[in-house]
């Protein structure tokens, strides 16, 4: 399947998005973030909260349009066999989503219940944080043809709707332990900002007259300085300039989700 593509003025409201996220004071903007979305990809029901892994889980609900007595049921039977929480808890990886796993079994009572009450298609995504505090995000009754498109745009903006929702709640104030500020030479730093712009790997190559090899070197870099897999984490932490990494430094985890090709700097 081809890697979905962002129109001109599409990728701009990503952009704005992301500049939004950086300014956050309140907890409820970051619902407007999450809800902006739409504008991109329409959906009707959208939601997002936290999830405490040292805690075994301990949901708690940000924000939701889904129907009150779906969420009530579905935060006490459904969300620990989501998808996305579920690779939070068994892998490494600090980005999730639904997507990732096609083949995953949902229990009998959990679909029963999204169908009781409408919900049709489903994406969710998850980003891990520090000391086990993680957050989520749910999208319902998009069209399937947009799937792709959603997953990659959730890929995006996720990391940056996560450190928005620790910075602004008491909670993840209270949880965050920051660490020594992140230092990046100032190729990289030049690096992070042509991906912030959407070039890719190659043409950053050609912007600045170097080889290929070498980008994805710096990329790789990059990567592990911050403590993520992909560029879209890597612009996250970089453009919120938080004081903290989103999992604490740690060899990559093997087992990583797909990203999309010109993502990929093996």
């Given at each position: ?171 993840g104030q209270m ?53 993520v897999e992909n ?36």
């Amino acid at each position: 399947m081809s890697r979905p593509e962002f129109s001109p003025k599409e990728f701009q409201r990503l952009g704005e998005i992301m500049y939004e996220a950086r300014s956050l004071a309140r907890p409820d903007g970051v619902w407007q973030l999450v809800a902006a979305v739409q504008r991109v990809v329409p959906y009707e029901f959208s939601g997002c909260g936290a999830v405490n892994l040292v805690r075994g889980v301990d949901p708690s609900l940000g924000h939701s349009t889904y129907p009150r007595e779906f969420c009530h049921l579905y935060m006490g039977q459904g969300l620990a066999s989501d998808p996305a929480v579920h690779r939070l808890l068994t892998s490494g990886q600090t980005v999730t989503s639904s997507a990732d796993v096609p083949q995953f079994y949902e229990p009998k009572d959990v679909t029963s219940l999204k169908l009781d009450f409408g919900i049709k298609t489903c994406l969710s995504a998850g980003v891990r944080g520090a000391n086990g505090s993680c957050s989520y995000f749910a999208f319902s009754n998009f069209d399937p043809k947009q799937t792709q498109k959603l997953r990659l745009l959730l890929d995006i903006l996720t990391p940056h709707f996560h450190l928005s929702y620790l910075r602004c709640s008491t909670a993840g104030q209270m949880q965050q332990h920051p660490s020594s500020p992140l230092t990046l030479s100032k190729r990289e730093e030049e690096i992070l900002r042509w991906v912030a712009a959407g070039k890719t790997n190659w043409e950053i190559s050609v912007i600045l007259k170097v080889s290929l090899n070498t980008v994805k070197f710096h990329l790789k870099n990059i990567f592990q300085k911050i403590g993520v897999e992909n560029r879209w984490s890597a612009i996250a932490y970089w453009q919120n300039g938080e004081q903290h990494r989103l999992i604490p430094s740690s060899p990559p985890s093997d087992d990583r989700a797909p990203v999309p090709p010109h993502d990929r700097v093996k």
